[in-house]
């Protein structure tokens, strides 16, 4: 076939499995639009910014498994898609982006919206491209969807001249494997690293498993439970880690770090031996690293080998596929008893139960965690989250245990406030069958709420959570500890956000006190458009327990107990 490169584009990704793709159309990426045209099984969805196209691609990635794809034109379209792409990069998300470029011939010259979007992207891509020659773009395409998902996936973006996009050529969908020179990503462990790895676990008598989000990734849910049991080690989770282990299990302890479980943080700091799964030791996990589980033999088993001994010092660093890897371990895994180790960490949930809050009548008071923990009280706890970034984020993850992978996104490296809305979006698109909920705050939601018209446009049904404590409540809650109540910067005006979402046709109420909850639930199950629910609540909640950043991570400020300051 004498295809056009635009057209290229769009029968690569029919070959790559692509249903969906979001994007906002713009000069110079407006060939490739118009090629969609002749591909009406590829649904395009219209976004309100191109922030919000790379945040669906990354929740209908983080829901699905799949690839997601944004599209925008050069210039602003192209930069605005950099914070979705290093949201994408640090959390690890497998998304493709398709930009338009001026024309070759003009590349250089500050051409109108022209700009370096390679250049811009090189930290925060696992791989990028400047097409030069429409006979490589279905070759590269091709190796831009191998890249993103395999080894620890990522995003790449791919820059289109226009003129390549018009130029014809004969098209030839590369088939077989992709090979790269020096792409190898590592999948299982020698004889030699099972062997150490087993020997440390036999040592073991207070071992620790730390799971993290390569074990969704690379689907070994199955296999972390499997060695859990099997040797009964209590499993932490990182934030990105939730779903990797049904929370209700009774060796899941629950969330590590910053704000996470005390009971967790205390097993880590007392443990003889951690097996990190999948994760990369990041300081909200760590604290302080030189006071980081100072007892303990450690086993890392993580896909990139750069992370291994990069933050951490281990004994038995191996780069794997986790699933792969355990799965080489598991059958040589002994049967094992810790009852006095898993007493001892029950003795502490018990001992610190911060959940307090959502037990005793706060009065005419709602607190943010209320919120949460009746919400997934009155879902069953089946919904699939997605959160923004603050106080609201860390309650969800607290409040709301999760019993199934991929069902709680948010974002976690890069801590992008805006995230929610648009992810949820990507989400449920992803995910139809999904009761979707996101759960934002009133500053992050402010930053894309108008991705609320693309929802209603698409006729996305997402259940939107609005926690609205009329301030920046995470950056006010350090302002009260560390810097003497200055408020500075932190109160934040919001409109009526019920007479906002009516104005998008949105079916939306307000919940001022805890008895309603129950009722917003059922409201927004009522409705098959997307709903919006306000939650005013407490102004100056604090989210409990915290590890002051770079503090022991033993060393967390506690709710106080009932009568104490």
């Known amino acids: 076939m004498i295809l056009t ?5 769009m029968e690569c990704l029919i070959r790559e499995g692509v249903e969906i793709m979001f994007g906002y159309p713009g000069g110079a990426i407006l060939p ?3 090629a969609m ?7 395009h969805v219209l976004v309100r910014h191109e922030q919000g196209a790379a945040h669906m691609a990354d929740g209908y990635a983080r829901a699905t498994g799949k690839v997601g794809v944004a599209i925008a034109t050069s210039g602003p379209g192209a930069t605005n898609l950099v ?10 998300s497998p998304i493709v982006c398709i930009t338009g470029q001026v024309p070759r011939g003009i590349i250089g010259s500050d051409a109108f919206q022209e700009i370096d979007i390679t250049g811009i992207t090189l930290p925060i891509t696992k791989h990028n491209y400047l097409v030069t020659d429409v006979r490589e773009l279905a070759y590269i395409v091709r190796e831009a969807f191998h890249i993103a998902r395999t080894g620890r996936p990522g995003p790449v973006l791919i820059d289109i001249p226009k003129d390549i996009q018009n130029e014809k050529t004969e098209f030839i969908y590369p088939e077989g494997p992709v090979r790269l020179p020096g792409y190898r990503p590592p999948s299982s462990a020698s004889e030699e690293q099972i062997a150490a790895a087993l020997e440390l676990i036999k040592q073991a008598k207070k071992p620790l498993i730390l799971a993290g989000h390569g074990i969704l990734m690379s689907g070994a849910t199955n296999e972390l439970r499997e060695l859990a049991e099997r040797a009964q080690i209590p499993v932490t989770l990182t934030l990105l880690g939730k779903g990797a282990m049904p929370e209700q299990h009774p060796l899941c302890v629950g969330m590590m770090g910053m704000h996470g479980a005390a009971a967790c943080n205390y097993a880590i700091q007392d443990a003889d031996l951690l097996i990190a799964l999948g994760m990369r030791f990041d300081d909200r996990v760590t604290g302080n690293l030189k006071t980081y589980s100072p007892n303990s033999r450690k086993i890392h088993i993580e896909i990139d080998p750069s992370e291994i001994n990069k933050n951490v010092k281990v004994d038995v ?5 986790v699933r792969t890897v355990l799965t080489q371990l598991l059958p040589h895994v002994p049967g094992k008893q810790h009852v006095e180790w898993v007493n001892q960490i029950r003795d502490w949930q018990e001992d610190g139960d911060e959940r307090d809050i959502v037990h005793h009548d706060s009065g005419s008071r709602l607190y943010g965690a209320q919120v949460i923990n009746d919400l997934w009280q009155h879902t069953g ?5 997605v959160t923004d970034v603050g106080q609201h984020q860390m309650l969800e993850a607290q409040y709301y245990p999760h019993q199934r992978p991929h069902t709680m996104l948010t974002s976690g490296g890069l801590g992008t406030m805006g995230f929610g809305l648009p992810a949820a979006i990507g989400a449920k698109m992803g995910k139809p069958e999904e009761e979707v909920w996101a759960i934002v705050g009133d500053g992050g939601f402010q930053m894309t709420l108008c991705e609320l018209a693309t929802a209603m446009q698409e006729k996305v049904k997402v259940n939107i959570a609005i926690l609205n404590n009329a301030f920046l409540g995470m950056v006010r809650q350090w302002q009260e500890f560390f810097y003497e109540e200055r408020y500075q910067a932190t109160p934040m005006y919001s409109p009526d956000f019920v007479k906002l979402a009516e104005a998008y046709g949105i079916p939306a109420m307000r919940v001022t006190s805890r008895d309603q909850i129950e009722e917003s639930v059922k409201f927004a199950r009522s409705h098959e458009t997307t709903v919006l629910i306000e939650y005013a609540i407490e102004k100056e909640e604090i989210v409990y327990p915290m590890v002051p950043a770079g503090a022991d991570l033993h060393n967390m400020l506690r709710r106080p107990k009932p009568g104490e300051k």
């Open 5 to 9: 490169g635009a057209e290229i584009v």
């Open 381 to 385: 706890g089946e919904a699939l989250t």
């Open 37 to 43: 045209t002749k591909y009406p099984q590829l649904r």
């Open 83 to 92: 914070t979705g792409i290093g949201t994408a990069m640090l959390d690890s």
């Open 32 to 34: 490739t639009y118009d």
């Open 317 to 321: 660093g191996i780069a794997g596929d």
